[in-house]
């Protein structure tokens, strides 16, 4: 299989998941390379116009990385992964469809 597109991890997401047990980690990790090879709303979901989130269920948390695209170069496709959360509720909270489109704004440049 040809993967569809490139993560890049922003360092929040990078600290988010370095505060993962290792377990959701590995699984979050697996979830993502998954969802680059194959279209699956269970993984990969639309959120919005513009802001993704990957989806992971691990030991009944709800684990939740948003992401947006970055198609500026055309050689290669971006998904850039701006924060992650766990769930409490069954709705995506606003707020962080709102972050995610701060940090969008932010790393396009435009501000």
Do not use: C
Request: positive net charge; without cysteine; charged residues 35%.
């Amino acid at each position: 299989m040809i993967e569809k597109f490139k993560v890049v991890y922003l360092e929040e997401v990078r600290d988010f998941l370095a505060g993962l047990s290792l377990g959701a980690r590995n699984k979050v990790i697996y979830n993502i390379d998954k969802a680059t090879l194959l279209n699956d709303p269970e993984l990969f979901k639309k959120l919005d116009d513009t802001i993704w989130e990957f989806r992971t269920n691990y030991q009944n948390q709800k684990i939740r990385l948003f992401a947006f695209w970055d198609n500026r170069d055309k050689s290669q496709t971006l998904v850039i992964t701006t924060h992650g959360v766990i769930k409490k509720k069954s709705k995506v909270d606003r707020f962080e469809i709102e972050k995610t489109k701060r940090i969008r704004n932010q790393y396009l440049g435009k501000i």
